[in-house]
Nanobody
């Protein structure tokens, strides 16, 4: 059974930092690209960042570029999202997702992923 479990969300003041983690089990983690998405109330789920199985060729949404950093530890089957300089507009539920069988750039649409976590809430106060 494939499981993706996010953690690390919480309430933080604007300008603060959080580090989200996503622990993956039930699949060969090193063969999967990973993505982070977020969904704010009343809005569609949107792409945040992606990292391929190799850890190279990382992509970010323009809205988080320079503030967020995605990374992965294949030995721990975990992907991370370091969030710095958080803004109130970053408030959302953050989801990690896994995509297998792909070489090259990972998709930026949610439909392009095979497995999803349950999400972790990030709330940034002004």
């Amino acid at each position: 059974q494939v499981q993706l479990v996010e953690s690390g969300g919480g309430l933080v003041q604007a300008g603060g930092s959080l580090r989200l983690s996503c622990a993956v089990s039930g699949l060969t983690f090193g063969r999967y690209g990973m993505g982070w998405f977020r969904q704010a109330p009343g809005k569609e789920r949107e792409f945040v960042a992606s990292i391929p199985w190799s850890g190279r060729t990382i992509y970010y949404a323009d809205s988080v570029k320079g503030r967020f950093t995605i990374s992965r530890d294949n030995a721990k089957s975990t992907v991370y999202l370091q969030q710095n300089s958080l803004k109130p507009e970053d408030t959302a539920v953050y989801y990690c997702a896994a995509r297998g069988g792909l070489v090259g750039r990972l998709p930026e649409n949610a439909a392009g992923y095979d497995y999803w976590g349950q999400g972790t809430q990030v709330t940034v106060s002004s």
